[in-house]
């Protein structure tokens, strides 16, 4: 069992100084909870926030870079070797146009903004993945936590049955490791990964319901062996980094393991088969429906892994790729977002789909079919809900989608805007795990367009 719950987990099988409590938690039979919510409680409580409106998110996270000249910036008067196969559509939104594949978001444009300025510093895997879903530039001394860390970091205490950070898919660098997880803010931070696939018929996160041969007993019996375990901990790792008291916080985990709402959150197949069709019967959609379905017990934030089959990467057959990618994508956004408005929940969650940079404007020769490769210096990306202003568009590209035409926005300028958005504060010092004061947000302008 043990085992099974470790993998729906990232980030547990690394070792720090010494031996971890996650070492002594799996040779102990425990579940990883034990360990992981109760720190996460304890920093809530630490980081008491204001009495400020709640806003949550969800970010649909389209890795390997989505083709922004196909999508949502496309060149039809462009020569053949940069406009490509696609063409422009009408949207809701005068003045809007998106690419052929997307009439489900065309319908709904209404109801988010595009930026068609972006660009980033680094066209690079991995680096360009931390910087979007952070803020910060990732280097070897500086791991910047993501959005849904810092929304943990800084949010209000309460009490809770859900965790507050949650990402549905694998999404980790072979390079650089795991992007918007806790970074220098330590592990406590990381997000509950979910690994098991939400459009599966044996999708089912096993942590937060007990197996039927362990009953309510033993779960309390190992909640007692943990406590013994810390004490013994308690006197090797006074001295190192990580080690956190937890006291109260564990009971509260112990319940979260146990809770029912918990388990009905994460239980996709409650939602109606017409509600489920509407999303799509694929991991974008039904991971889009499961997120929803955790913002409304309660979790904060919610990373999606946002592709079906080849990601985002397309350097080769970049047409044929779209053409598996885009609907999918564009059919569970558009449903989010017409559920969330329909529950009356768009106003309080912020919905964003990125991904770490733009694709080539100009096809290139590869033996397999064209595909367009890493592009950063003009790219677009999408917001909507959470108290932004939606059916706008940000920015302008040039004839080829190659440079910013107007109005540039870095990717600081982003974050900060999702700081705003979320309630965060961007000024706020932070403490590196070895205790080195360091800004949340030193850089950006919120986009005053979009607020």
């Not at 579940?31 to 919510?37: F, I, K, Q, S, V």
């Not at 009490?159 to 918007?180: C, M, N």
Request: proline letters at 6%; aromatic letters at 8%; one cysteine or more.
């Amino acid at each position: 069992m043990v085992r099974t719950l470790l993998s729906l987990q990232s980030g547990y099988d690394r070792t720090c100084d010494g031996i971890s409590r996650r070492e002594l938690l799996r040779i102990g039979g425990l579940t990883a909870l034990g360990l992981n919510l109760p720190d996460v409680l304890a920093q809530e409580a630490a980081h008491a926030g204001n009495s400020k409106r709640e806003v949550n998110c969800i970010l649909l996270w389209l890795l390997g870079g989505p083709s922004h000249i196909d999508m949502y910036d496309l060149k039809p008067l462009a020569p053949a070797e940069i406009r490509g196969e696609l063409n422009p559509i009408s949207t809701r939104v005068s003045g809007l146009e998106l690419g052929e594949l997307m009439p489900d978001m065309a319908a709904c444009a209404d109801k988010f903004s595009v930026i068609r300025s972006m660009h980033s510093y680094s066209p690079t895997h991995g680096l360009g993945d931390f910087h979007l879903m952070s803020g910060n530039r990732k280097t070897n001394e500086h791991n910047p936590p993501g959005f849904g860390a810092m929304v943990t970091h800084q949010q209000e205490r309460r009490e809770r049955d859900t965790p507050p950070f949650v990402q549905i898919g694998k999404l980790a660098s072979p390079r650089y490791g795991d992007p918007g997880f806790g970074g220098f803010l330590g592990h406590t931070f990381d997000p509950f990964v979910v690994e098991s696939e939400p459009h599966t018929s044996s999708f089912k996160v096993e942590a937060f319901s007990s197996p039927e041969s362990v009953s309510i007993d033993r779960l309390a019996g190992r909640q007692s062996l943990l406590s013994a375990v810390d004490r013994f901990q308690e006197e090797t790792e006074r001295q190192l980094p990580f080690a956190q008291t937890h006291n109260a916080f564990r009971e509260q985990a112990f319940s979260m393991i146990t809770s029912q709402r918990a388990k009905a959150a994460f239980d996709i197949a409650q939602e109606r088969e017409q509600l489920r069709d509407a999303y799509g019967r694929n991991r974008v959609g039904q991971g889009l429906l499961l997120a929803r379905r955790l913002i409304e017990a309660g979790v904060r934030f919610v990373t999606v892994k946002g592709y079906v089959r080849y990601g985002w990467d397309h350097h080769p057959e970049v047409f044929p790729r779209l053409r598996t990618e885009v609907p999918p994508y564009q059919q569970g956004y558009a449903a989010l977002l017409n559920d969330l408005h329909n529950r009356g929940m768009l106003d309080n969650t912020l919905v964003i789909t990125a991904g770490e940079f733009g694709r080539t404007p100009r096809l290139n020769n590869d033996p397999r079919a064209p595909g367009r490769d890493h592009w950063n210096r003009c790219f677009s990306l999408t917001l909507g809900g959470g108290g932004i202003k939606t059916g706008v568009v940000v920015g302008a590209s040039d004839k080829h989608a190659a440079e910013i035409a107007d109005r540039p926005v870095s990717v600081p300028d982003f974050a900060a805007t999702v700081y705003h958005a979320l309630g965060l504060n961007p000024n706020a010092t932070l403490r590196t795990l070895d205790d080195r004061p360091t800004q949340a947000l030193p850089e950006g302008e919120v986009i005053r367009e979009l607020v």
